[in-house]
């Protein structure tokens, strides 16, 4: 890499990585709000708040990063053409198409990893934090807290005389039906979680059936006992099986093509970028931040139209027709000029 492309790579990042950081802060700000909502109703750890911020990260990078890089490309284009830096380099036969096949390859990597994320990333990390809340729920639902009577898990009424950081100590169960009555006790018990199903395991105790006529005793060194209450139908498919239904659900399908089409952003609008930026600071009028921004809105917007109603086809629409846009502009106001 010769000197000027380390020139413009370190002032593209110069200005990316202090907005970026301060976009990404910002969403995760957002995110931890959405996140507070469920502390109304379920008990969160730190580190399941923690967890719950690294299945959320694919989602704040997809909102961050493709605005991130776009407004960096046009600040740093802009600031050169402020300082007349962009006059220099064309005149020692730097061309613009050079500069602009320079940002091409950032912005085909950028994008490239925003792929990479929405198609294998993302589907994981949304169904690990459906399914994590759902667990969660269900747990809030047997809340079972040290030297309380009336409390159950499944059939069976519950007393745990204390806690610890690995569970229960000292716990009685207790179930009746018809002239049976079991009791079981252990010395110590664990609430475990499996695909929606609460799963009380038992740890060394006694179990005694009793009846009119007889008692009965039954030492355990280890007992199971499942709680039927499920939640929603927790999710595990594939990459391939998550954005096949695609195909069937229309909400699917809006997903795949909104997400698509956020990740091409920065591939189909750094020539936009670079000519609204690349300016002769003495002879033109600067709107660099009006253009910005309705460059980034519309493209959103039109994506949004367009994947609720031709999500397919507008993948290759809306990317095609912002960057054949942002192509004739770049020729005409920068190639054509300098």
Known sequence: MDKINRFLINNFFKVFIPLFFTLFSIASILFFIMISRFTSYLTLTFLELGEIFIYLLPRIIIFTLPVSFFV?????????????????????????KKIASLYFVLSLLTSVF??????FILPTA?????????????EAKINIKPTEFG????????????????????????NQKKKKETFILANHAKINHEKGLLNLSLDNGKTFYITDKEIKQIDYAKMNINNFLR?????????AEYWKKALTDQKRAKDLSFLTLTALFPLVSFLFALAI??????????HLYPFLFAMVISYYIVSIVFAKTFPFVGIVAVSLLYYIFSKIL???KVVKRF
Do not use: C
């Not at 949304?126 to 269900?138: A, D, G, P, R």
């Not at 939640?231 to 990459?239: I, P, Q, V």
């Open 330 to 332: 770049f020729v005409k």
């Open 151 to 174: 409390q159950r898990f499944s059939d069976w009424m519950v007393f745990i005389n204390k806690t610890d950081n690995n569970g229960y100590k000292d716990i009685i169960l207790y």
């Open 72 to 96: 960096s490309l046009a600040i740093s284009a802009f600031n050169m053409s402020k300082e007349s830096e962009n006059i220099v380099l064309f005149s020692l036969g730097y061309p613009p």
């Open 231 to 239: 939640g929603e139908e927790l999710h595990n498919d594939t990459m």
């Open 277 to 286: 930026a690349t300016l002769n600071i003495r002879h033109d009028r600067v």
């Open 126 to 138: 949304k169904q690990l934090y459906k399914n994590f809340i759902e667990i969660k729920k269900v």
């Open 114 to 119: 925003l792929l990479v994320n929405v198609l």
